[in-house]
């Protein structure tokens, strides 16, 4: 009942053969619950310019198209960054890891690394970056995001408690502290997987489906726009879902990506 995309589709489907009254209600029905965003509600109107522009319906796809500029016309339009940062990175080793990848000592060459490529992409206040808030190369990512004035997305694909004890706590109660200073920063917002897609389907990975939902929210932006940054070691990962995930699947979809590399640190 409150899923605006749910409403959506159902007066998507009454604009296909149902009377002009109908269509208008269901499409005010959805924009009830659509909280005020700006995004989902210009995305809907979109839609209905291409079947104008195809000349379905045109008295009715008129009469809808009105009720979202109406609504429109009352919301402050959303703000669009000037270019978007996507990043994905190693975590820090956990103590059993067999081969070192990113040990502790290893940080300050990591936060120079990412500090410098940032600065040399001359990321600014105007930008936005998304990421997720693993320990190690995602919240240095954050951080220094953050320290520059830059609006940041912290997306992961579990509940906070949950995504700590997988992704964070194991590396100590400094990285916890550091977690929840980034979280409770006025520039960041934290974003939960589960709340926004639902449950993750039996037959994906949790961490593969949260990098596709990052590049796909920064590629909403436009693809020119989006800059992908990666601290990787240039091999395959201990499982799905991992740095080589997020690094094959930006090149197969979005082409800037600068790479970071982790071997060179570590040697």
Not at 133 to 158: H, K, S, T, W, Y
Request: proline share 6%; net charge negative; aromatic share 10%.
């Amino acid at each position: 009942p409150k899923d605006y995309w749910a409403r959506a589709t159902q007066a998507d489907l009454r604009l296909l053969d149902d009377e002009q009254e109908k269509v208008v209600k269901a499409y005010r029905n959805a924009i009830a619950v659509a909280d005020a965003d700006w995004f989902v509600l210009d995305s809907s109107r979109q839609q209905l310019c291409v079947l104008r522009d195809l000349g379905f319906r045109s008295d009715v796809v008129a009469a809808a198209i009105a009720v979202f500029d109406q609504e429109l016309a009352r919301l402050t339009p959303q703000w669009q960054p000037k270019r978007v940062f996507l990043f994905s990175g190693h975590m820090i080793d956990k103590p059993d890891r067999a081969e070192a990848r990113f040990p502790p000592a290893m940080e300050p060459l990591v936060k120079q690394a990412i500090a410098q490529k940032l600065d040399e992409l001359a990321i600014a206040s105007e930008d936005f970056a998304i990421s997720s808030a693993a320990c190690g190369g995602d919240l240095i990512f954050v951080e220094a995001c953050l320290a520059r004035g830059v609006q940041v997305e912290m997306r992961i694909p579990f509940d906070e408690p949950s995504f700590l004890q997988k992704s964070v706590s194991f590396a100590g109660e400094s990285w916890q502290q550091r977690f929840r200073a980034a979280k409770n920063n006025p520039l960041a917002k934290l974003v939960f997987m589960p709340e926004r897609l639902g449950p993750v389907p039996d037959h994906l990975n949790a961490y593969m489906r949260n990098n596709r939902w990052m590049l796909y929210a920064a590629l909403a932006y436009g693809p020119e726009k989006v800059r992908f940054v990666s601290l990787w070691d240039g091999k395959k990962g201990d499982g799905p879902g991992g740095t080589e995930d997020m690094v094959n699947t930006v090149r197969n979809y979005s082409g800037e990506a600068h790479i970071l590399d982790a071997t060179k640190m570590l040697n």
